[in-house]
């Protein structure tokens, strides 16, 4: 099991359990964590599942790729630290990843 | 009023079900009109997954979103159905003979016998961005563009950097007093030719472009005056009239929702004998409705769209008795499906 630490908009800690090789967030609706919608059900083609990473972690995970940058386009607030949760892949060195929601996915 | 168009069934939505509705109908010899907001067939399949493969569709191992909506649209081809798209379907009234009468967000008016909801997860909107008091100034936030002298000699901001944003700024520019295009990068997303347009028009000083991104607008009595653009750099405040953000689609139930339909969870509730909503002459199929035990999946929009064919041809014809035919053997349906 790999750890993860969803913090809300209002700043409030929803841990979850989450499984090498699905992605962060097939793990954020197993959970029911309101704030990422995934329209698209992960086919990166709307930026409802949009999460800002924490910094330490940010390293961690491979970069964007040119697809997911794109897709990113149609959020809104975007960060240096922003993500889309359905590009990530969980994997084991993830152990206690923490991420941010935003308040609306719009 | 633009002239009535008459059909027997009014198809809202032409997603996978929308789509196979066309067939089921046809074989029943009720004719179709098709609306759809987006500007193409294949709803959620087109829109959101249309390289992605598929891998529940009877009989396909695998097809992609396009290619199912390819070879549905050569289906139904011999039924001739008629396509409206761009044109959201938006109100909705009973005409005193049980007839219905629909009009469209850009005013096409239809006359139709049954309606046929097949609104999947509703209709493709533009995201509003969350701006605070966006919503204060709707008559200048515009999504699309109605009459284009509105925007004769006006100070116009366009958020984003995929192919609306660039199609509009190289369109607006010629007739606007100013136009200044921000967007989060300087790198776009759209057809080559239309980046490097834009990447001339800047270069030229013709339009003004910012990285950056608008967290707030200001504005008085209601009329809005600028905006704030959060750079790097500091807080940059640029005038605007119009301001156009593009940050793709979403889905959102829309109109359906005033039409006096019993709805739960914001689904249409039918019955699953004959695909009714709780108004006789209005059904509902695909990812629209709901029904204990309904799964949102094309194969069961597929089958509801049968059912719901035959209960609308007794509707329609109620004296009339309709006994099952198959298409493999029925010399009737094969001359309608060979015909064209
Ligand atoms: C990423 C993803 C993967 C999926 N994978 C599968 C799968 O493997 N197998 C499967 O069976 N299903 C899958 N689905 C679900 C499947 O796509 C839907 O069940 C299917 O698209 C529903 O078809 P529909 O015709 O009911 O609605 P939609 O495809 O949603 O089409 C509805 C259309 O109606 C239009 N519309 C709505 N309201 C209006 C209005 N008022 N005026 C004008 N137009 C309007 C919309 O613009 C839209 O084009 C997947 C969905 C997603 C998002
Ligand atoms: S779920 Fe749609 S882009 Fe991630």
Not at chain 2, 78 to 84: A, D, I, K, L, M
Not at chain 2, 186 to 211: C, Q, W, Y
Request: proline share 4%; net charge negative.
């Amino acid at each position: 099991m790999v750890n993860i630490n969803f913090i809300s908009s209002k700043g409030v800690l929803q841990k979850a359990d989450a499984v090498a090789g699905e992605t962060l967030m097939e793990c954020a609706k197993k959970n029911q964590i309101h704030e990422i919608e995934a329209e698209c059900g992960g086919g990166c083609s709307c930026a409802t599942c949009h999460v800002y990473i924490h910094k330490e972690w940010l390293d961690k995970l491979e970069k964007p790729s040119e697809m997911e940058e794109d897709m990113l386009d149609f959020a809104f607030n975007v960060k240096e630290n922003s993500r889309l949760s359905c590009q990530i892949k969980i994997e084991d060195v993830l152990d206690g990843l923490t991420l941010e929601t935003p308040e609306t996915q719009f | 009023m633009s002239k009535l168009i008459e059909t027997d069934a009014l198809i809202i939505g032409a997603g996978p079900v929308g789509l196979f509705a066309v067939f089921e109908l046809g074989l029943l010899n009720i004719n179709c009109h098709v609306i759809d907001i987006l500007d193409k067939p294949g709803g959620q399949c087109a829109q959101l997954y249309p390289e992605k493969p598929i891998y529940d569709i009877p009989a396909y191992p695998m097809i992609s979103g396009k290619d199912l909506t390819d070879k549905l649209l050569l289906q139904i081809k011999p039924f001739s159905p008629v396509f409206h798209f761009e044109e959201l379907a938006k109100d909705l009234k009973k005409n005193n003979d049980g007839t219905w009468h629909i009009s469209t967000k850009k005013g096409l008016n239809f006359h139709a016998k049954v309606i046929i909801i097949a609104a999947g997860g509703g209709s493709f909107e533009p995201k509003k961005p969350n701006i605070p008091n966006l919503e204060k100034y709707f008559d200048q936030v515009r999504y699309s563009i109605d009459q284009i002298d509105n925007f004769k000699n006006k100070d116009i901001v366009i958020l984003g950097g995929g192919d609306s944003a660039l199609d509009w700024t190289v369109q607006l520019n010629e007739i606007v007093k100013s136009l200044t295009l921000i967007h989060r990068r300087d790198v776009f997303r759209g057809s080559p030719a239309t980046v490097n347009k834009v990447m001339d028009l800047r270069d030229k000083g013709e339009i003004k472009f910012h990285v950056g991104q608008v967290k707030n607008i200001i504005g008085s009595n209601g009329i809005l005056d600028a905006v704030q653009c959060e750079k790097k750099e500091g807080i940059l405040e640029i005038p605007c009239d119009i301001l156009m953000p593009f940050f793709g689609l979403t889905m959102s139930l829309g109109p359906v929702e005033k039409w006096g339909l019993n709805l739960l969870e914001d689904r249409v509730s039918v019955s699953t004998e004959t695909y009714q909503t709780s108004v006789p002459g209005i059904y509902a199929v695909g990812d629209i409705n709901t029904y204990p035990g309904k799964l949102k999946l094309i194969l069961s929009g597929f089958h509801e769209t049968a059912l719901m064919a035959h209960a609308v041809f007794k509707y329609i014809n109620p004296e009339e008795r309709l006994t099952l035919q198959y298409t493999t053997t029925s010399s009737s349906l094969q001359k309608k499906l060979l015909a064209k």
